[in-house]
């Protein structure tokens, strides 16, 4: 079996372990989301997705960045970090990291990489920076932001020819709109507890 399908079936493996603990917004996400990046880097530069494979740099340091904010609940504060709603003040800033961090990943695989798909490489990259800090905040519309990224990221992943790792965004893709309802069926029954 050639390494690049020992890489996505690995990936695979982890990503639906990962997406298991998010649905049930249990803490060992961030376990998984620190061990999964590590394959899906070494994979996405063997096919020269260098947006994506950096992303997974950012992945592990967003996942212990999670697992410290998750873990560091204080009973005091535990409201803070239950889901909610993003604030809708947090759009604005959230728009505008969004577009520096696009047009500078943009620039970066432009001038500096032989990327073929750099507009869409850098699109999903930035994206999933603002989803996951949206993660790390439990706020229940980075399961929305997901789903744009799964969308564009299997068309992606199909164009470069990695078949398994794209059918594991198809999935994601779907389970964002599961995740979605069910974090906002859980959000609403700590409200009303």
Not at 67 to 90: E, F, G, H, Q
Not at 144 to 162: G, P, Q, R
């Amino acid at each position: 079996m050639e390494l690049k399908t020992i890489l996505q079936i690995a990936g695979v493996t982890l990503g639906l372990l990962y997406l298991y603990f998010e649905y049930k917004a249990n803490i060992y996400l961030w376990v998984i989301g620190m061990i999964m990046p590590a394959v899906h880097g070494f994979l996405y530069f063997k096919q020269g997705l260098y947006a994506d494979m950096g992303m997974n740099v950012y992945y592990i340091l967003a996942g212990i960045y999670g697992w410290t904010v998750w873990n560091n609940r204080k009973p005091a504060n535990k409201k803070t970090y239950s889901i909610s709603r993003t604030p809708v003040r947090n759009y604005l800033y959230l728009g505008l990291i969004f577009v520096i961090i696009d047009l500078f990943i943009t620039y970066i695989l432009i001038a500096y990489t032989d990327s073929k798909v750099p507009y869409a490489d850098a699109f999903t990259t930035s994206l999933s920076v603002i989803a996951m800090w949206m993660l790390s905040r439990k706020y229940v519309e980075q399961w929305l932001v997901w789903l744009v990224v799964d969308v564009v990221t299997c068309w992606l992943y199909i164009y470069k020819d990695i078949p398994i790792t794209a059918s594991l965004y198809m999935l994601y893709s779907c389970l964002a709109v599961a995740g979605y309802l069910r974090w906002l069926k859980m959000m609403k029954a700590s409200d009303n507890a």
